[in-house]
């Protein structure tokens, strides 16, 4: 009654163990895209456990001038997967002689995902940027290739923390007369900016910093900015 | 959420069994004195019963001490009721919202099943969705709110984050002292 343990494992000569293929090395992604933009980005911080890794890792991932690729999550099933994407999207290029736009990705993204349906990659996609006619997308995608088209998307560690966040701000959910407007890059990014502060508060995996990147016509700027390093 | 000499608790309104609804006016917000309010979010059984052994010996204190309880000395004693389960826990995570009766400082703190309590400065937030409670109530909340900014930032708070949770939701209620 009062000693015994649910599940005891102090049995002589048995001892239960387990391993699991994978690991939880956080990252939070947050993206909006707007009218003619697309703004992407990612906290810098790696964990394994309650250790860090790194502070300086950023998780997003220059697929081409008008399309960034977001991944969080299994930091091994990441490399593995932005490489064979990158290899992929190689493929493409040398046989239509065009580089891929981000639909194509997209829809790219959604099967390669699929194809490893009975042992996932354990990753959380987001696929921002501009499409053949300028205007900005975004898809968000589960694990298993699940693919969703979106105005704004928290994905990572702290997603769920965000996400209600994005609806209040940039979806203007719940608030009197809230129909939705494009959002202009400022208020975006003022949004994304307040999102990450309030993740590195409550979520032990983000901090350190982040890296914004901004799809326009002119190309993908990079901004960064420091956050708590606790 | 704490504001400028008020406080303000909220919660959803759905009771139901995991894909289940059963009904969308239950109470997990009671009133233990006119400035004191406890929030039971958890198991709905446990939401009652607690609710009703607190009932008990909040009044037992009343009549022996004469006086109304400080909301500190109120959320000592739902610690104590619910450690005294500790190896067959009551389910439910309490959320304390109150002012002092004599000065009207403004009071929150919050508890895990077992009564380790939590007295912050800002806000606590309890529940299925509290991730998502956490991420709106961090980034809405800012220190010294009127009550009515408190309430306008508590409602936004708890409507976008639940709307986010499938198990949480069909309205909201908030009180504001």
Redesign the interface.
Known sequence: MFGQAILNDNLPGAKQHHWSPYTDNGGTIVAVAGDDFAIIASDTRLIQGYSILSREQTKLFKLSEQTVLGVSGCWCDVLTFTRTLEARMKMYLHEHLKPMSTPAVAQLVSTMLYHKRFFPYYVSNIVAGLDQDGKGTLYSYDPVGHCEKNRYRAGGAAGAMLQPLLDNQVGLKNMKGGVLPDITKEKALMVIKDSFISAAERDTSTGDGVIINIITKSGVEVMHFPLRKD | MKGKGCVAIASDRRFGVQTSTLAMDFQRIFEMGPHLYVGLPGLATDTLTVHERLRFRLNLYELRESRKIKPQTFSAMVSNLLYERR?GPYFVEPVIAGLDPVTWEPFISAMDLIGCPNVPEDFVVAGTCA??L???C???WEPNLEPDSLFETIS?AL???F??DAISGWGGIVHVM
């Open positions: 190896f991730e998502q956490f991420g709106m961090e980034a809405l936004q409507m976008n984050a709307d986010r």
